[in-house]
């Protein structure tokens, strides 16, 4: 085990080690990994005592989120007002109180998988991630980052530092859906994420985005032909349902021990309505249907 004094020293440390270390925070993933013996790693390296990287604040209209920062912090944090429901959402669902008060936004999104209830919703927000080595940083738009189960874009001296977006304003909205096997301490079965923009007078869509937890394989993707379909018309039932059917056609699902294919399609769809009438309310409007 390697406890770094401070980030510069954890740098130094993976630069002269490279891929002999696995990184920790809480241990809430990793663990479970080392349990059922899909890793085995050589050197663990703690980095829960960096405090300098567990934060929400905004910076202009840019929110920056430390990659230390626990979902309890994120639910809570006094940075994020009203629009930004969406992460109280996903806090709620979030495993049990234990969990939530030590599981990290890092870890969430470098673990990589489908029951990783952050990425939708980041995926939505158009997230980038800032990653740093000590021979400087890279930044890399979220979508990129996540190369497939279990696999990330990040080099063997290089950390996670931070999740950056853009804020939402007045005229747009995200919210989160999510469907598992109870009603709490949930593994997603399927999660579906949407951001919505939206000329209030004329319900013009101006921007949408369409996430869930998967779509042609097994880590969260956007459904870019669903958005094709709905972004610069007039939101109605008529629409929503030919988004619907396009999203239908879109998904690629497979069937594992959890769920079939043909559940998670039509969840998926039933998701989809309810995150974007939550987002149409949270802009002032009535039932869509």
Same mark, same amino acid.
């Given at each position: 085990m390697f406890v770094p004094e401070d980030l510069t020293d954890l740098l130094?440390?993976?630069?002269?080690?490279?891929?002999? $270390?696995?990184?920790?925070?809480?241990?809430?993933?990793?663990?479970?990994?080392?349990?059922?013996?899909? $890793?085995?790693?050589? $050197?663990i390296a703690d980095l829960s005592g960096l405090s300098e990287l567990n934060y929400v604040r905004k910076d202009g209209e840019t929110v920056k989120i430390g990659a230390l920062t626990t979902i309890a912090d994120l639910a809570k944090s006094p940075a994020l007002g009203?629009?930004?429901?969406?992460?109280?959402? $996903?806090?709620? !669902? &979030?495993?049990?109180?234990?969990i939530r008060n030590v599981a990290t936004v890092g870890g969430?999104?470098?673990?990589?998988? /489908? /029951?990783?209830?952050?990425l939708p919703v980041l995926l939505v927000l158009d997230a980038k991630v800032r990653l740093r080595s000590k021979f400087g940083e890279r930044i890399l738009p979220l979508e990129e980052f996540l190369k497939g189960k279990r696999l990330i874009d990040l !080099?063997?001296?290089?950390?996670?530092?931070?999740? @950056?977006?853009?804020?939402?304003?007045?005229d747009s909205a995200c919210a989160f859906e999510k469907t598992g096997m109870r009603n709490s301490l949930i593994i997603a079965l399927v999660s579906s994420a949407?951001?919505?923009?939206?000329?209030?007078?004329t319900r013009l869509v101006k921007d949408v985005r369409?996430? &869930?937890?998967?779509?042609?394989?097994?880590?969260?993707?956007?459904?870019?032909?669903?958005?094709?379909? @709905?972004?610069?018309?007039i939101l109605n039932p008529q629409l929503i349902e030919e988004t619907t059917s396009v999203l239908g056609n879109e998904l690629r699902l497979s069937s594992d021990f959890r769920a079939t294919s043909e559940y998670r399609h039509d969840v998926d769809c039933v998701l989809f309505k309810r995150a974007l009438g939550r987002c149409f309310t949270r802009l002032g409007g009535h039932e869509l249907v």
């Open positions: 130094e440390y993976l630069d002269s080690h490279q891929s002999d $270390v696995h990184l920790i925070a809480n241990g809430s993933d990793l663990i479970n990994r080392i349990q059922r013996r899909e $890793v085995s790693p050589k $050197v009203l629009r930004y429901e969406v992460f109280r959402e $996903v806090a709620a !669902k &979030f495993g049990a109180p234990s969430n999104i470098c673990a990589a998988s /489908s /029951s990783e209830d952050l !080099k063997a001296n290089e950390i996670l530092i931070e999740t @950056i977006f853009q804020e939402l304003d007045e949407v951001y919505l923009r939206l000329d209030k007078n369409i996430a &869930f937890n998967r779509v042609t394989g097994k880590i969260p993707e956007r459904a870019r032909l669903g958005e094709k379909t @709905i972004r610069g018309k």
